[in-house]
T-cell receptor
Framework: ETGVTQSPTHLIKTRGQQVTLRCSSQ?????VSWYQQALGQGPQFIFQ???????GRGNFPPRFSGLQFPNYSSELNVNALELDDSALYLC??????????????FGSGTRLTVV | AQKITQTQPGMFVQEKEAVTLDCTYD???????LFWYKQPSSGEMIFLIY??????QNATEGRYSLNFQKARKSANLVISASQLGDSAMYFC???????????????FGSGTQLTVLP
C-alpha cells in the first residue's frame, strides 16, 4: 500500500501571500488531519477532515482552511501569511476501520518558510 | 484538556546500551491511547508503539517497550540495545477516545532529541 505523500516538500513565500499545500492519503484511509510543527516543538493539530467535511479544529485562525476531495486527498490553504507561519506542515491519514493503536500514517511534510 | 510533558530536551546514550525517554500526561478522559513516534531529520513521523489506557500489560515492539504507570500518568519509552540509526527526535502523543463524530486528534509533547554515540 502506498503511504502518505505531501507536496511540495519545500516552499518559500512572502508575508501576506497565500499558500496551498497538498496531501495524498494512504490507500483505504478516509480521514486526514493536518498538523503544524514549528522548529523545536511538537506538532500542533490544525484540523481534521472526514468524508470531505471538517469534523474538528485546533486553535488556529480562520485563515487556515482546508478541503478534502472524494478520493480523500486533501489541501491546506493559508491566507495572509505571517512570519510565524513558518513551520513544517504534516499531513496524517487514517481509516475509520483501522485499529486505534495504529494511530495515523504521516507524510514527510512540507517545510514552509515565510519571509 | 489533554497535555503531554516531555522534560528531557536532549539525551545521549552509548551504542548498544538501553535508554529511557520520559513522558507524563494529563487527561480527564478515562479512555485514551498513548503513542510514541520517531522523527528523523527527514521530517516523517514514524509510529513506534502504542499503549491503551485499559491495557493490562506494558506494550512491546521489538527493541521498544513502554513503561506504563497509569496511577502516575507516565508512559516512558525504553529503547534497548541502542543503534546509531536510533538518533532522532522522539515524541510522546496522546489521543482521547472521545465519542464518534469528533476529531480524534493527537496531542504531542515537545519531544526529546536522542543521540546515540558510537
Amino acid at each position: 500500500e502506498t503511504g502518505v505523500t505531501q507536496s511540495p516538500t519545500h516552499l518559500i513565500k512572502t508575508r501576506g501571500q497565500q499558500v496551498t499545500l497538498r496531501c495524498s492519503s494512504q490507500s483505504g484511509h478516509n480521514t486526514v488531519s493536518w498538523y503544524q510543527q514549528a522548529l523545536g516543538q511538537g506538532p500542533q493539530f490544525i484540523f481534521q477532515y472526514y468524508r470531505e467535511e471538517e469534523n474538528g479544529r485546533g486553535n488556529f485562525p480562520p485563515r487556515f482552511s482546508g478541503l478534502q476531495f472524494p478520493n480523500y486527498s486533501s489541501e491546506l490553504n493559508v491566507n495572509a501569511l505571517e512570519l510565524d507561519d513558518s513551520a513544517l506542515y504534516l499531513c496524517a491519514s487514517s481509516g475509520s476501520g483501522r485499529p486505534l493503536n495504529y494511530g495515523y500514517t504521516f507524510g514527510s511534510g512540507t517545510r514552509l518558510t515565510v519571509v | 484538556a489533554q497535555k503531554i510533558t516531555q522534560t528531557q530536551p536532549g539525551m545521549f546514550v552509548q551504542e548498544k546500551e538501553a535508554v529511557t525517554l520520559d513522558c507524563t500526561y494529563d487527561t480527564s478522559d478515562p479512555s485514551y491511547g498513548l503513542f510514541w513516534y520517531k522523527q528523523p531529520s527527514s521530517g516523517e513521523m514514524i509510529f513506534l508503539i502504542y499503549q491503551g489506557s485499559y491495557d493490562q500489560q506494558n506494550a512491546t515492539e521489538g527493541r521498544y517497550s513502554l513503561n506504563f504507570q497509569k496511577a502516575r500518568k507516565s508512559a516512558n519509552l525504553v529503547i534497548s540495545a541502542s543503534q546509531l540509526g536510533d538518533s532522532a527526535m522522539y515524541f510522546c502523543a496522546m489521543r482521547e477516545l472521545i465519542s464518534s463524530g469528533s476529531a480524534r486528534q493527537l496531542t504531542f509533547g515537545s519531544g526529546t532529541q536522542l543521540t546515540v554515540l558510537p
